[in-house]
């Protein structure tokens, strides 16, 4: 498949190396050459100079001959008119990230009008993505796969918990429908074996059916109350976006602002929400608006550092739950050790999205953890793919690959190494590095 990428930034850089890997053709556009410079020292991608927007730049090139353009500078203006410009030189597909409210409430009518198939807002799915943790019951980071059937949930292991801490995971009793198929240790991740020992302050990926995953939380005393205040740092678009959501569901929501004109904003668009204008790193006044008897601590600031400290004060200053945003997959290890309940990536929340696009409907979910060494997936086996009809350990997976679970039909499998699996299966793998391409492949028609 032939890509055209506008924009050089984190998101199109990593998409062009996720697609350069699997020998798509990319074309990469940016204004920036020192961008395109560092592309060019790492990835076999062609990269031009120029505005993507421009549609005698996009015929020049021959970029009319692609098969998809994703747009994804930091302008919404440029990223609406590239796809705009895509479809009329004869470009099929074309996705845009757009992060404004009122160009994202104006596209659900006119998005195709525009040319574009795909919207992508960061910011909003970041900020759904933290509603629903703030309101799980269960005090862990879950994800859901094969509709709601199985579930994956990160579980910080402490060194109080006999349970886990010290033993080999042959050792461990967990629920029939259930399984450790990840470790994360100091940043590392890895795929366990039965003798590999957990130790503690581990982070451990465990994926089931819904009722193993509530038993093993109960083991580790991960059930809380349900959230009924939330006190949000940054009144950004995640910001509002959050609030906005938590707001309609009768949370109490209280956000800190420093800019002024951000507040008045703020508080003409969330009637319910009270909005206060100060600097949400001044302990003093995170004790004066009640810190210390807030459920939830949200850090949304456009600043990685910040977040993350302001959520450790947060929790050391008795917050129940804190989340912070983060950009950066290499502050991953970090968020593990300052015991930061949850991070979310709204950089990565895009990339999962777009690449699921390009992979098509059999790729029917994509999470990419937050250290990026790592992704779980939700394919389904095409009839007459090389993996249909054969027992897993014949499948021929590539190494650091494990296949947590199947759906068929009505039924949840936590498969070992003798299931045969068949056409029709909704395979939910966890994977090592960028691998996806290789088990959709197995998993594809005449792949035999």
Do not use: C, M, W, Y
């Given at each position: 498949m032939k890509i055209t990428i506008i924009g050089a930034g984190k998101?199109?850089?990593?998409?062009?190396?996720r697609l350069s890997e699997e020998g798509h053709d990319i074309i990469v556009i940016d204004r920036d050459e020192s961008k395109l410079a560092k592309i060019n020292e790492t990835l076999d991608v062609l990269t031009v100079k120029g505005n993507g927007s421009n549609s005698q730049l996009l015929k020049d090139l021959g970029v009319c001959d692609s098969d998809l353009l994703v747009a994804v500078t930091d302008s919404d203006e440029i990223n609406m008119i590239s796809c705009m410009t895509a479809k009329r030189v004869g470009i099929a597909k074309a996705i845009a990230r757009i992060r404004d409210p009122d160009y994202v409430r104006d596209l659900i009518i006119s998005k195709e009008d525009l040319g574009i198939d795909l919207v992508i807002n960061p910011d909003y799915a970041a900020s759904q993505e933290i509603a629903r943790l703030l309101t799980l019951k269960l005090a862990v980071h879950t994800e859901h796969f094969a509709n709601g059937r199985v579930q994956m949930?990160?579980?910080?292991?402490?060194e109080t918990n006999t349970h886990f801490v010290n033993k080999r995971i042959q050792d461990i009793e967990l629920p029939r429908s259930c399984l450790i198929v990840g470790i994360s240790r100091r940043g590392e991740m890895i795929i366990p074996g039965g003798r590999d020992c957990i130790k503690p302050n581990d982070i451990l990926y465990v994926l089931g059916n819904t009722e193993s995953i509530n038993k093993v939380c109960a083991k580790l005393k991960r059930r809380r109350q349900k959230i009924q205040s939330v006190m949000i740092l940054g009144g950004g678009r995640a910001g509002f976006y959050l609030a906005e959501k938590l707001c309609?569901?009768?949370?109490?929501v209280k956000i800190i602002e420093q800019n002024l004109d951000r507040c008045h904003e703020l508080a003409d668009r969330l009637s319910d929400a009270l909005i206060i204008r100060g600097d949400g790193t001044d302990v003093d006044l995170l004790k004066r608006e009640g810190i210390q008897e807030t459920d939830g601590?949200?850090?949304?600031?456009g600043f990685d550092e910040e977040n993350l400290l302001m959520a450790l004060l947060a929790k050391q200053l008795g917050a129940k739950r804190v989340i912070a945003k983060v950009s950066r997959p290499s502050y991953a290890p970090l968020v593990e050790r300052l015991g930061v309940d949850a991070a979310i990536s709204p950089r990565l929340i895009t990339i999962s999205e777009i690449m699921r696009f390009i992979r098509g409907g059999r790729l029917l979910s994509m999470v990419l953890l937050?250290?990026?060494?790592?992704?779980?997936?939700?394919?389904?086996?095409?009839?007459?793919?090389?993996?249909?009809?054969?027992?897993?350990?014949?499948?021929?997976?590539p190494k650091g690959v494990i296949v947590g679970a199947i759906s068929r039909e009505d039924q949840i499998i936590i498969p070992k190494g003798d299931e045969v699996v068949q056409a029709g299966d909704r395979l939910v793998v966890f994977a090592l590095g960028h691998v996806v391409h290789t088990v959709e492949a197995l998993c594809s028609q005449g792949e035999r």
């Open positions: 998101v199109g850089t990593e998409i062009a190396h949930a990160d579980l910080a292991v402490e309609r569901t009768g949370i109490k601590f949200v850090a949304v600031t937050l250290n990026e060494k790592a992704e779980v997936i939700e394919v389904i086996v095409q009839p007459g793919s090389r993996i249909a009809g054969r027992p897993l350990r014949a499948s021929g997976l």
